[in-house]
């Protein structure tokens, strides 16, 4: 039997894309043991891993912050006697964290971001505009570097043990024979967020159909205003702004029709329990290889601009001033790849 130690502090969604890699990786060889270092706060995204994985969850922002903290948390780490570090995140933490191993001998192996390419993708003029490797692939990569072969065949995180479901219904009512729409409006940086004014206007298509429910899903005090005005003006409309656990999210997320997500941790939260996300894209672009789990091209908005994707992250000002990329999708398209996978 071997340990092997996995690393991706953060962010949410890049935490949840290591799932698909992380549990084929344990199916294939149960007899080893893997443990996932991340923050502590993510723990319940592995609820339902495979026996053979387990999760340590770090205080980055209190006993293990800064070099001291690092340092106290590699000889928490060390006292379980690796024979793998596997670096799914390749930032100054984790690079720390895999000096030290390497110096106590341990082979390691660290994630190829792409930058370049990247960079190349991104770039203002003469963009090189082809598909990059997936985030699934790139995570592959490093434990294949370790020497272990496997494919990815994940499905869903259900599939892996019983849920209990009795907190949903509490909270949505019962399901029947409505469509379950979920959206998540919401994303980190503004080049990711669908106008909410648009949006609203795919909201009040649905609103008239007595055959679907809306469910939205976010977070934070200026998110729940907004949410709650909708909610107020259109009766299907169901906020879980603030109402379910992370876990009680996933598993809501399992029972939905359908899920609408910006580029965003809920479109990979929902791919995890195999539901089918339509997707929207701005200044970003699937072809940089964020792409939710066995989600397709097909149900990705986004329209041809010379000047997509900007930004990898999103997180760029639109030197056009317009956000055209986002301003420019048509929600009745949207409501079009919506009502395309409910009928």
């Known amino acids: 039997m071997s340990k092997i130690l996995i690393i991706r502090f953060s962010a949410l969604g ?21 443990t996932i270092l991340s923050e502590a706060g993510l723990k319940p995204m592995f609820e339902s891993a495979p026996k053979n994985v387990h999760f340590f969850g770090a205080d980055l922002k209190d006993k293990h912050d800064g070099i001291t903290g ?48 990247k960079a190349n993708l991104t770039q203002r003029t003469n963009k090189t505009f082809v598909q990059l490797k997936s985030s699934f692939t790139r995570y592959h990569e490093v434990l294949q570097k370790l020497g272990f072969d496997f494919d990815l065949n994940f499905e ?31 994303a980190k940086h503004k080049g990711k967020i669908y106008p909410l004014e648009l949006q609203e206007k795919v909201i009040a298509h649905f609103a008239n159909d007595k055959r679907v429910k809306i469910i939205i899903f976010g977070g934070g005090e200026e998110e729940t205003e907004i949410v709650n005005e909708w ?15 992370l876990s009680q999210e996933i598993l809501l997320m399992s ?40 989600q397709t091209d097909d149900n990705a908005i986004q329209i ?27 929600p009745e398209y949207i409501v079009y790849k919506i009502e395309k996978t409910l009928y």
């Not at 890049?14 to 043991?33: C, G, L, R, W």
């Not at 948390?73 to 720390?96: G, P």
């Not at 107020?232 to 656990?245: A, E, I, Q, R």
């Open 14 to 34: 890049d935490v949840a894309m290591t799932i698909p890699v992380i549990y084929s990786f344990a199916v294939k060889y149960p007899e080893h043991d893997i």
């Open 156 to 186: 869903s995180i259900i599939n892996n043990n019983e849920f209990d479901l009795s907190p949903i219904p509490s909270q949505t009512g019962a399901k029947g024979n409505a469509k379950w729409i979920g959206l998540a409006p919401f």
């Open 255 to 294: 029972q939905l029709d359908v899920m609408c997500s910006m580029d965003s941790a809920n479109m990979h939260l929902a791919s995890l329990v195999n539901t089918t996300v339509v997707s929207l894209w701005g200044a970003t672009h699937s072809y940089a290889g964020f792409m939710g789990w066995n």
């Open 231 to 245: 909610v107020k003006k259109y009766p299907t409309v169901l906020s879980m702004v603030g109402k379910l656990n």
């Open 70 to 117: 690092l340092k106290k948390l590699y000889n928490e780490l060390r006292k379980k006697k690796f024979d793998y570090v596997a670096d799914f995140h390749s930032v100054i933490r984790s690079f720390y964290l895999r000096l030290f191993f390497k110096f106590d001998g341990i082979p390691t192996a660290h994630i190829d971001k792409g930058r370049n390419e």
């Open 304 to 330: 041809d601009l010379s000047c997509r994707p900007c930004s990898i992250y999103g997180n760029k000002e639109c030197y056009r001033k317009d956000y055209a990329c986002l301003n420019q999708i048509e």
